[in-house]
């Protein structure tokens, strides 16, 4: 009985419409896609600033609009690398080099910051893995 | 024929036991009619000196206008003057400014700047002015007529009125893509004394003008832009042979409107996309322009350098010195009426990496 019990609450609970994992709302999509825009906004606002390197350089200054960034390509081949590449070691490269700074872990959230920031410029277009 | 002795030949033939390589100066050679000579001149552009603090300046900036100082003193035979086509400073500040200028005393010959916004709106070019001069300007030289204009004025309102202070001005018109910034323009005060400095020159008179920003509409939102652009045009389309010069884009762009056939400069700072790049916005880049190859970022000087200005009958050639790339050549043809790149202008022959997405 007890087993049946849990069994029904647990039906319950899974079936109520808030909790239903193939359901969402317009009302979901909004908050989801202003989750995004609010760390996309995070990422232009290190990319226009300079603040993850330390001689005042700014993303920005090179790379307006996150263009020549190329997000649609990773990960690619770089030979420089002399390996296949994904987009936050790029960025990682830049933040070393021309910015001077110290590299940024995959998950950091300023480095999803700034990966949010480069695709959402670059919505629409194809993704193309590997090309050069 | 002329040679022309770049630094590069200069260090091919160290090995070469002192035989100097040269190159020819000009593809094509037309002889000047009456008194006017063959002369070139160098240009050297976008710097954008900026300081870290104190006498501390972003290393990687400082190399680019070095070597293209050093390189140009290192041209035989000597050019006629140096053009500086603007933005010396990152932020316009005094010491930004003293440390570009302190680079370019060394270079042999008489300079002439330009305007860049970067050198402007913190003091309205102040400091600027008093190390280079008047903001606006015409000079001759061998026949050709020069105009130098400031094309990165903007409107009064947001020059004077919109922004708490000079620094916060500064910062908001630096930022290429920021949406505060405002339309680069020449003005009608300018555009006045323009007119009056062109009505007295003859209009078979070669005329060749330097701005800062193009004097065509590329794509406003990086202000690859000049507002009044088509009225400054206007101006010069009644000359049979002119050329405009800017700066600004860090890339190579040229093109051809009527009379006016129009050449980019490199920057010695860092390359700029192709705005028609940016995915989320329309472009007007010249059908003509065969783009500079798509930045290496792992070379810190890609896609940088400095210019030879060939003035062969009044019309401009333009040799790209391109430190990391082949050098490009872009010069008027005068059976197309238009300017060409002298070995990549047809679809067949360019590179890949001339291909930008």
């Known amino acids: ?132 | 024929m002329s040679r022309l002795i770049t630094r590069r030949s200069v260090i091919a033939a160290g090995a070469a036991a002192g035989t100097l390589t040269t190159l020819p100066i000009s593809m094509v050679r037309l002889a000047f009619g009456g008194t006017r000579e063959d002369f070139s001149f160098t240009y050297i552009s976008d710097s954008h000196i900026q300081q870290i603090k104190g006498a501390s300046f972003v290393r990687n900036w400082d190399m680019g206008l070095k070597r293209a100082v050093a390189e140009a003193n290192l041209i035989l035979p000597e050019a006629d003057f140096v053009m500086f086509g603007g933005d010396l400073a990152q932020l316009g500040k005094k010491d930004e400014l003293d440390h570009g200028a302190e680079m370019l005393s060394h270079l042999k010959g008489k300079l002439h700047c330009v305007m860049g916004e970067h050198d402007y709106y913190l003091d309205l070019g102040e400091y600027w002015s008093k190390l280079y001069g008047p903001h606006w300007y015409s000079f001759d030289h061998k026949g050709v007529h020069f105009v130098v204009l400031n094309s990165i004025i903007t409107t009064d309102e947001w020059t004077f009125h919109r922004w708490p202070t000079a620094e916060q001005r500064m910062l908001e018109m630096a930022g290429l893509d920021n949406p505060n910034g405002s339309p680069f323009m020449v003005g009608e005060k300018q555009r006045a004394w323009l007119k009056d400095d062109l009505d007295k020159v003859s209009k078979d008179t070669p005329l060749i003008v330097f701005s800062h920003s193009p004097l065509q509409k590329i794509y406003k939102g990086w202000n690859f832009w000049t507002d009044d652009a088509e009225q400054v045009q206007a101006l010069l389309q009644p000359f049979k042979t002119v050329s405009v010069i800017y700066g600004h884009v860090h890339q190579i762009q040229y093109n051809q409107i009527g009379n006016i056939s129009f050449n980019a400069v490199m920057a010695t700072a860092w390359p700029w996309p192709y705005p028609d790049t940016y995915a989320q916005a329309g472009a007007h880049v010249p059908v003509l322009t065969v783009p500079m190859n798509r930045a290496d970022p792992f070379f810190e000087r890609d896609a940088t350098g400095w210019q030879m200005i060939d003035v062969n009958s009044g019309r401009v050639t333009a040799r790209y010195q391109l430190w990391d790339n082949q050098e490009r050549v872009v010069g008027y043809d005068p059976k197309l009426g238009k300017p060409v790149d002298k070995r990549y202008q047809e679809a067949i022959v360019r590179k890949a990496p001339q291909l930008h997405y």
């Open chain 1, 1 to 132: 009985m007890r087993r049946y019990a849990i069994a029904l609450v647990l039906g319950a609970v899974l079936l109520s419409p808030a909790t239903r994992a193939d359901e969402f709302t317009a009302a979901d999509v909004d908050r989801w896609q202003g989750e995004f825009d609010s760390v996309a906004k995070k990422g232009r606002e290190l990319w226009t600033s300079g603040a993850v390197g330390t001689n005042g350089v700014a993303c920005a200054q090179c790379h307006p609009n996150a263009a020549n960034t190329h997000p649609e390509t990773y990960p690619k081949f770089q030979k420089q690398l002399g390996k296949v590449a994904q987009l936050f070691e790029m960025v990682n490269w830049c933040i070393r080099n021309p910015l001077q700074g110290t590299a940024l872990a995959a998950d950091d959230p300023k480095m999803t910051a700034f990966v949010a920031y480069i695709y959402k410029e670059r919505k629409g277009v194809p993704i193309d893995a590997g090309k050069h």
